[in-house]
């Protein structure tokens, strides 16, 4: 099995598509249990004019189409940034078995910044969270990219 290390930096790649597309880099990998990647994807909702298409929406997606399965049991998904509210919860219904993400969102991060969405009791399915995986690499794509926004 590879390292979450090597899956997160293809994370970072999808992360450096959305960047050259003018979107804000996120990218976000889905890998199966025997440890393929079944999707990757990156943010794209200014583009596709979609404000759900979040990284980690699209990853999943694609990873239910590859498996044939909305339920991606055994799967993990890498993400660079800490996932959103609407992202949180499409991690617990696609039953996700881990959530590994790079740099946390302190202002609407829902894993562990701002609230901890995945570990409610309410929910009949938890998820194992891993943070801060390549957490610098990440933090230094989005603040260039807003930095370039701002000049």
């Known amino acids: 099995m590879r390292s ?5 930096h293809r994370a970072l790649d999808q992360a ?11 990218g976000a990998v889905v ?13 794209a909702p200014i ?14 997606r694609e990873a239910g189409r590859t498996l044939g399965n909305y339920r991606l049991d055994g799967c993990t998904l890498y993400v660079t940034l ?23 969102e302190p202002r609407t991060g829902m894993v562990e910044s701002k609230a901890n969405l995945l570990a409610q009791p ?13 957490a610098a690499p990440s933090k230094k794509l989005l603040k260039a990219f807003f930095a370039a926004r701002r000049s």
């Open 4 to 8: 979450d290390e090597f899956y997160m």
């Open 16 to 26: 450096h598509l959305a960047f050259a597309a003018g979107e804000v880099p996120v």
């Open 31 to 43: 890998v199966d249990a025997a440890g393929d990647i079944v999707a990757a994807a990156h943010n």
């Open 47 to 60: 583009g596709s004019c979609d404000p759900s298409a979040h990284a980690e929406v699209r990853a999943l």
């Open 82 to 104: 800490e996932p959103c509210m609407m992202c949180a919860g499409a991690i617990v219904h696609a039953r996700l078995a881990r959530l590994v993400y790079a740099a946390a």
């Open 122 to 134: 309410w929910f009949n399915h938890h998820v194992e969270v891993t943070s801060g995986v390549l």
